[in-house]
């Protein structure tokens, strides 16, 4: 006979309460552990993606991410970004461009998920 089960046997009166202390460990950790499918980190480090029209040209694309970088650089919590526009490296097509966000250390800034919230603004256009 294999040991667990005869341990599990011999001790037949202690399996039912390990079993209700499993189940009640289990629902108190579903209660305690926070939800979400991918849990918020705070890096320090922002990406951001930026599409222009289809039909935009590259300079007029390289003049709104321009604008839009300096929105971002206007934010307290930001210390510095880093800009590209075009096809080449990360950027598939003429019309999308790529931001890189560093935000200043933890102890001067709030939350990452903050500074994001607050960082949106409108369409340029």
Known sequence: MNRSLGTVLKYKFVTPDRHVCTLVA?????IIIPKGFFPTEDTGFIAATTE???DISF????ERQRLVAEIIKKDPAVDYVNST???GGPNP??????MF????PRNERENATDVIQ??????IP
Do not use: D, E, F
């Open 26 to 30: 289990t629902v108190w950790l579903y």
């Open 52 to 54: 222009g029209a289809s």
């Open 59 to 62: 300079p007029a694309m390289v």
């Open 85 to 87: 526009v075009g096809v």
């Open 93 to 98: 097509t003429t019309n999308s461009g790529r």
């Open 101 to 104: 966000i560093a935000l200043k």
């Open 118 to 123: 607050g960082c949106a603004a409108p369409p």
